[in-house]
């Protein structure tokens, strides 16, 4: 009896533990549901603060709220055109004095989503307020920021770099041939080399002249940038000498950095918040030094809603990988893409507008979106395609739905091209004494066999299908660019351009961005009075408080890091992204159109990594 008693009052404490826990989570959540969206009494005279504690996106992915509570790091993503909208409503807002950009936990983004952000930078400098930069380490998307400021601070102990686009692969031919996995690769391009990393030890020479010549052009844009904005920068010191460059400084990259022009003032937070304070006003509020007067992004936008008279023009955004499924927002999931389109159909919105962010991914996904975009068009309505930072691969095979294609110069678009990937393991598994037998009544009874190998007439047949799945996607281009198949073929071969050449080989019609594609296909629609209406996710209304819990809220400091905390980030991201590579061969996948040098989220492991087999293949084989 004693025994049982004692359990009775365990099981009871368990409950009663359980009740607290539900409770608190439910006024957690309640206290979310709030305060989670800022009201617009909130705007105070004083400075615009935007502080960037992570990376601009396209789409922000969805915040996991047992990783937030759990206390675990989660890089925060900032939509670009909220950070975009919000620069552009400090220049008209008489409340806002000026704009601050605290840059000191920025993990970068996007060519053209900077871009953008530069521009509307500009746009407050030219209402005649003044926008200032904070940083530690500024790396080359924090230095276009910086430049197109009229004040851009650097801490003393900190610098800017300029590393420009590009950098090494990671190549696994030489461990998956020790380990005698045999990959089957099925691809038609000869620049498709989103497949080299499995069959060879380093990049093939179409590879490197196509990436060569992409990335030459990306950075040409990015200089180009950066030197109207800032004349006064020395970048081809920085670039071209860089060791000189710091040498001439005694080592101290912040002189460097002022000398070279790349900022304007060394200080540390305390006197950087001291002269906004001069510009903008005391904090009264509080007494902490270097604080001054500002308005939070999230108060601002909130201050100034979306106009929403007229017609709508909707708008669906295609961001990350596109996959199978229903995944994202931040993955770009077929089913959910496509609904997503189905929507504004059945809303009768007057005119589509896809903003494309995406290296590509499933080619079946990307089929059923265009196919959702076809039966837009099938109304007589016009569709317009937004590119962001690239829309390649399976992006563009989305694109051939479009009617008229913007993009900007640093987009990357293009990689016409398509295969598949599939390991098996006969050679591996015989090392350990597991073979292989059975009967077949046909040749492809069993196939693919992964652990008994694939038979001539399997191989032959996935390598046919490949091929048709080009013949099918350079027929897609062809007939939305006006272009015979063999036009599209000298062009396509798995090859990425940037933007300004696609524009040049009829890929893409014309340069622009989103508010571009919206007037064009208002003005098709011949609307007079419309509005954006955008489509998909909302903001989940309990993130602000989870990520403040997770001390991701907006208001507070950013945990920043010096030249080399930076630089080790950026190995660590390099990293997860060749985990993340060697590990899709485990994934189940279909057709693929992916783009091998195309700007993209991290890759990283699957979240299912536990439940790959390859990854358990490994484990067992004493790989991993």
């Given at each position: 009896m004693i025994f049982a008693r004692k359990v009775w009052h365990l099981l009871v404490a368990i409950k009663d533990g359980l009740v607290l826990l539900f409770m608190l989570l439910f006024f957690m959540l309640l206290f979310g549901a709030l305060t989670s969206r800022p009201s617009a009494g909130q705007v105070r005279d004083g400075a615009l603060l935007i502080r960037l504690n992570g990376t601009v996106v396209e789409e922000p992915a969805s915040a996991d709220p047992l990783t937030l509570l759990a206390g675990s790091a989660q890089v925060r993503e900032y939509r670009a055109r909220d950070v975009v909208r919000a620069i552009r409503l400090a220049a008209s807002d008489d409340r806002i004095k000026a704009v601050v950009l605290d840059l000191s936990s920025f993990a970068g983004g996007g060519l053209v989503n900077i871009e953008e952000i530069g521009a509307a930078m500009d746009e407050v400098r030219a209402a005649k307020k003044p926008v200032l930069t904070y940083g530690i380490a500024y790396?080359?998307?924090?230095?276009?920021?910086?430049?197109?400021?009229?004040?851009?601070?650097?801490h003393p102990m900190g610098g800017a770099v300029v590393a420009g686009p590009g950098g090494s692969h990671t190549y696994f031919a030489g461990l998956l041939q020790r380990f005698k996995v045999n990959v089957h690769v099925f691809k038609v391009g000869t620049y498709k080399d989103f497949v080299e990393p499995y069959l060879l030890d380093k990049a093939s020479a179409p590879s490197k002249e196509a990436r060569g010549a992409l990335l030459g052009a990306i950075f040409e844009e990015w200089q180009a940038n950066v030197a109207k904005a800032r004349p006064k920068a020395q970048l081809g010191l920085v670039t071209k000498d860089p060791e000189g460059w710091l040498k001439a400084s005694n080592g101290d990259l912040a002189q460097a950095s002022l000398k070279a022009g790349l900022v304007d003032r060394l200080g540390d937070d305390v006197e950087f918040g001291n002269r906004v304070k001069e510009l903008a006003g005391a904090d009264g509020s509080t007494d902490k030094p270097g604080s001054y007067a500002h308005t939070?992004?999230?108060?601002?936008l909130a201050a100034h809603p979306r106009d929403s008279a007229g017609k709508a023009v909707a708008v669906v955004t295609v961001a990350g990988n596109i996959v199978d499924g229903k995944a994202g927002p931040g993955t770009a999931g077929g089913d959910r893409i496509a609904a997503l389109v189905d929507e504004a159909n059945a809303d009768d919105a007057a005119a589509l507008v896809l903003r494309i962010d995406s290296p590509g991914g499933s080619a079946l996904a990307s089929e059923q979106v265009r196919k959702a975009v076809e039966r837009f068009k099938a109304k007589g309505r016009p569709v317009a395609i937004s590119m962001a930072n690239v829309a390649a691969s399976g992006g563009y095979w989305i694109s051939t739905g479009g009617q008229r294609i913007f993009a900007q110069p640093g987009t990357v678009t293009g990689s016409i091209g398509i295969f598949a990937i599939v390991p098996s393991?006969?050679?591996?598994?015989?090392?350990?004494?597991?073979?292989?037998?059975?009967?077949?009544?046909?040749?492809?009874?069993?196939?693919p066999d992964i652990t008994g190998g694939f038979t001539p007439e399997a191989k032959a047949m996935m390598q046919g299908m490949i091929e048709s799945g080009y013949r099918q996607f350079i027929g897609l281009v062809g007939k939305a660019r006006g272009k015979s198949v063999e036009q599209v073929d000298a062009i396509a071969q798995g090859r990425a351009w940037d933007g300004g050449t696609a524009r040049q080989i009829g890929l893409v019609d014309q340069f622009g961005?989103?508010?571009?594609?919206?007037?064009?296909?208002?003005?098709?629609?011949?609307?007079?009075?419309?509005?954006?209406?955008?489509?998909?996710?909302?903001?989940?209304?309990?993130?602000?408080?989870?990520?403040?819990?997770?001390?991701?809220?907006?208001?507070?400091?950013?945990?920043?890091?010096?030249?080399?905390?930076?630089?080790?980030?950026r190995q660590q991201a390099a990293q997860r992204n060749a985990l993340g590579a060697l590990a899709r061969l485990g994934t189940v996948q279909g057709a693929q159109a992916l783009c091998l040098d195309c700007p993209a989220p991290e890759a990283g492991l699957p979240r299912d990594a536990d439940r790959n087999w390859l990854v358990r293949l490994a484990g067992v084989l004493g790989i991993g």
């Amino acid at each position: 009896m004693i025994f049982a008693r004692k359990v009775w009052h365990l099981l009871v404490a368990i409950k009663d533990g359980l009740v607290l826990l539900f409770m608190l989570l439910f006024f957690m959540l309640l206290f979310g549901a709030l305060t989670s969206r800022p009201s617009a009494g909130q705007v105070r005279d004083g400075a615009l603060l935007i502080r960037l504690n992570g990376t601009v996106v396209e789409e922000p992915a969805s915040a996991d709220p047992l990783t937030l509570l759990a206390g675990s790091a989660q890089v925060r993503e900032y939509r670009a055109r909220d950070v975009v909208r919000a620069i552009r409503l400090a220049a008209s807002d008489d409340r806002i004095k000026a704009v601050v950009l605290d840059l000191s936990s920025f993990a970068g983004g996007g060519l053209v989503n900077i871009e953008e952000i530069g521009a509307a930078m500009d746009e407050v400098r030219a209402a005649k307020k003044p926008v200032l930069t904070y940083g530690i380490a500024y790396l080359d998307d924090g230095v276009m920021l910086a430049a197109h400021a009229s004040e851009a601070w650097v801490h003393p102990m900190g610098g800017a770099v300029v590393a420009g686009p590009g950098g090494s692969h990671t190549y696994f031919a030489g461990l998956l041939q020790r380990f005698k996995v045999n990959v089957h690769v099925f691809k038609v391009g000869t620049y498709k080399d989103f497949v080299e990393p499995y069959l060879l030890d380093k990049a093939s020479a179409p590879s490197k002249e196509a990436r060569g010549a992409l990335l030459g052009a990306i950075f040409e844009e990015w200089q180009a940038n950066v030197a109207k904005a800032r004349p006064k920068a020395q970048l081809g010191l920085v670039t071209k000498d860089p060791e000189g460059w710091l040498k001439a400084s005694n080592g101290d990259l912040a002189q460097a950095s002022l000398k070279a022009g790349l900022v304007d003032r060394l200080g540390d937070d305390v006197e950087f918040g001291n002269r906004v304070k001069e510009l903008a006003g005391a904090d009264g509020s509080t007494d902490k030094p270097g604080s001054y007067a500002h308005t939070g992004m999230s108060a601002l936008l909130a201050a100034h809603p979306r106009d929403s008279a007229g017609k709508a023009v909707a708008v669906v955004t295609v961001a990350g990988n596109i996959v199978d499924g229903k995944a994202g927002p931040g993955t770009a999931g077929g089913d959910r893409i496509a609904a997503l389109v189905d929507e504004a159909n059945a809303d009768d919105a007057a005119a589509l507008v896809l903003r494309i962010d995406s290296p590509g991914g499933s080619a079946l996904a990307s089929e059923q979106v265009r196919k959702a975009v076809e039966r837009f068009k099938a109304k007589g309505r016009p569709v317009a395609i937004s590119m962001a930072n690239v829309a390649a691969s399976g992006g563009y095979w989305i694109s051939t739905g479009g009617q008229r294609i913007f993009a900007q110069p640093g987009t990357v678009t293009g990689s016409i091209g398509i295969f598949a990937i599939v390991p098996s393991f006969e050679q591996t598994l015989a090392q350990y004494g597991v073979t292989s037998d059975g009967v077949r009544t046909t040749p492809l009874s069993g196939q693919p066999d992964i652990t008994g190998g694939f038979t001539p007439e399997a191989k032959a047949m996935m390598q046919g299908m490949i091929e048709s799945g080009y013949r099918q996607f350079i027929g897609l281009v062809g007939k939305a660019r006006g272009k015979s198949v063999e036009q599209v073929d000298a062009i396509a071969q798995g090859r990425a351009w940037d933007g300004g050449t696609a524009r040049q080989i009829g890929l893409v019609d014309q340069f622009g961005g989103l508010d571009d594609a919206l007037a064009w296909a208002a003005k098709q629609a011949k609307l007079d009075s419309w509005h954006a209406q955008y489509y998909g996710k909302d903001v989940d209304p309990y993130a602000s408080l989870l990520e403040r819990l997770g001390g991701g809220d907006e208001e507070d400091a950013g945990t920043g890091g010096d030249m080399f905390a930076q630089m080790a980030l950026r190995q660590q991201a390099a990293q997860r992204n060749a985990l993340g590579a060697l590990a899709r061969l485990g994934t189940v996948q279909g057709a693929q159109a992916l783009c091998l040098d195309c700007p993209a989220p991290e890759a990283g492991l699957p979240r299912d990594a536990d439940r790959n087999w390859l990854v358990r293949l490994a484990g067992v084989l004493g790989i991993g």
